[in-house]
């Protein structure tokens, strides 16, 4: 899971340009690894990351760790919304 704290603008040609490169080179993202996923192995969703180069945050959950832990996946969009540090 990335998560970006900013969106493009809805009068912007998004959706109809092509890209020039990948964003997620140069904005910011975060991403969360849950340890104990069955559907995304950790070690996948590690080396994903590990490309993009995000602000990670690790959690013992499976592949819902937003139900099982909210306090952490909040703390993680907050600091996206807070920008890079």
Do not use: C
Request: charged share 15%; glycine share 8%; no cysteine.
């Amino acid at each position: 899971m990335l998560v970006h704290g900013g969106f493009a603008d809805a009068s912007s040609s998004w959706n109809v340009d092509r890209t020039q490169a990948a964003a997620w080179h140069t904005i910011p993202s975060w991403g969360l690894v849950a340890t104990q996923d069955k559907a995304i192995p950790a070690a996948l969703e590690r080396y994903g990351y590990q490309r993009a180069g995000p602000h990670t945050v690790e959690v013992a959950a499976s592949h819902v760790a937003m139900i099982s832990h909210p306090d952490v996946v909040t703390e993680l969009i907050v600091d996206a919304a807070n920008g890079p540090t």
